[in-house]
T-cell receptor, first 113, second 114 residues
Framework: AQSVSQHNHHVILSEAASLELGCNYS??????LFWYVQYPGQHLQLLLK????DPLVKGIKGFEAEFIKSKFSFNLRKPSVQWSDTAEYFC???????????WGAGTKLIIKP | NAGVTQTPKFQVLKTGQSMTLQCAQD?????MSWYRQDPGMGLRLIHY???????DQGEVPNGYNVSRSTTEDFPLRLLSAAPSQTSVYFC?????????????FGPGTRLTVL
């Protein structure tokens, strides 16, 4: 069965620090990859997605993620975080043959001002 | 556009009670789904629908029913609530069922079963 693993459940950083959130999945076939974010008091929303082409994808608010097929990874990065990036971040994957998303457990990110 | 709306935002039930969580979207989306989110776990798919009149089970369907009589509405029914159904429930929709589509989420319903 497919699964998605997010390495850190809680991350605390200071403003201007660099961010990398890990995401690994287990599935041998071709996949679509997503990062969603839930800001405090707001709906879950799409941050970025990858389904083909350049493995480095850029999303909203300066976030990017790199798909490394050989490592089954899709890590989320941001060079300099802001207090407003405080949120919970979810990685999700679906196989191209199956539209059901499999979700990671989420990472709660707290940015100290 | 209101997007995806869910009611109620909070609900407390006693074991054995039934209730319906409402979900509606005004984006004319074909695909709608219900997830539950539990602490330390990702979202898990309960049921989904690829169009009016078509529903199917997801990963954790037991204890829940759904129907899709219109494109806009996708209610989730708890038949006989159990403490294990204490969770946060999210409804989502997307333009199509194809895996590359962005899902749009409602605000969630926090359900407690005593």
């Amino acid at each position: 069965a497919q699964s998605v693993s997010q390495h850190n459940h809680h991350v605390i950083l200071s403003e201007a620090a660099s961010l990398e959130l890990g995401c690994n999945y287990s599935y041998g076939g071709t996949v679509n990859l997503f990062w969603y974010v839930q800001y405090p008091g707001q709906h879950l929303q799409l941050l970025l997605k990858y389904f083909s082409g350049d493995p480095l994808v850029k999303g909203i608010k300066g976030f990017e993620a790199e798909f490394i097929k050989s490592k089954f990874s899709f890590n989320l990065r941001k060079p300099s975080v802001q207090w407003s990036d405080t949120a919970e971040y979810f990685c999700a994957v679906n196989a191209k043959s199956n539209y059901q998303l499999i979700w990671g457990a989420g990472t709660k990110l707290i940015i100290k001002p | 556009n209101a997007g995806v709306t869910q009611t109620p935002k909070f609900q407390v039930l006693k074991t054995g009670q039934s209730m319906t969580l409402q979900c509606a979207q005004d984006m004319n989306h074909e695909y709608m789904s219900w997830y539950r989110q539990d602490p330390g776990m990702g979202l898990r798919l309960i049921h989904y629908s690829v169009g009016a009149g078509i529903t199917d089970q997801g990963e954790v369907p037991n204890g829940y029913n759904v129907s899709r009589s219109t494109t806009e509405d996708f209610p989730l029914r708890l038949l006989s609530a159990a403490p294990s159904q204490t969770s946060v429930y999210f409804c989502a929709s997307s333009y199509s069922r194809f895996g590359t589509d962005t899902q749009y989420f409602g605000p969630g319903t926090r359900l407690t079963v005593l």
